[in-house]
Nanobody, 120 residues
Framework: QEQLVESGGGLVQPGESLRLSCVCS????????MKWHRQVPGQERELVADITPWGDTINYSDSVKGRFTISRDNANATLSLQMNSLKPEDTAVYYC?????????????WGQGTQVTVSS
């Protein structure tokens, strides 16, 4: 059974930092592209950042570039998102996502989400 468990969300003031973690089990973590998405109620889910299996390629959305850092620890099957200089518009539910595409199949696993609220 695949499991992705996010943690680290909370309420912070603008300019502060948070670090999200996603602990994974039940699948071959080091074969998956790992992603962080976020969603505000009533809006479409936004891809925030992604990282290839061995961390050689990383992408960020323009809205978080320079403020957020995605990283992974394959030995411990853990994905992280360091979020600095947080803004009220970063308020959302953040989701961890694992994707693997083979010739025959696409594997797509999601966590339950963790709430991040940035407010003064």
């Amino acid at each position: 059974q695949e499991q992705l468990v996010e943690s680290g969300g909370g309420l912070v003031q603008p300019g502060e930092s948070l670090r999200l973690s996603c602990v994974c089990s039940g699948f071959a973590f080091n074969k998956y592209v790992m992603k962080w998405h976020r969603q505000v109620p009533g809006q479409e889910r936004e891809l925030v950042a992604d990282i290839t299996p061995w961390g050689d390629t990383i992408n960020y959305s323009d809205s978080v570039k320079g403020r957020f850092t995605i990283s992974r620890d394959n030995a411990n099957a853990t994905l992280s998102l360091q979020m600095n200089s947080l803004k009220p518009e970063d308020t959302a539910v953040y989701y961890c996502n694992a994707v693997r595409r083979t010739a025959a199949w696409t594997f797509d696993h999601w966590g339950q989400g963790t709430q991040v609220t940035v407010s003064s």
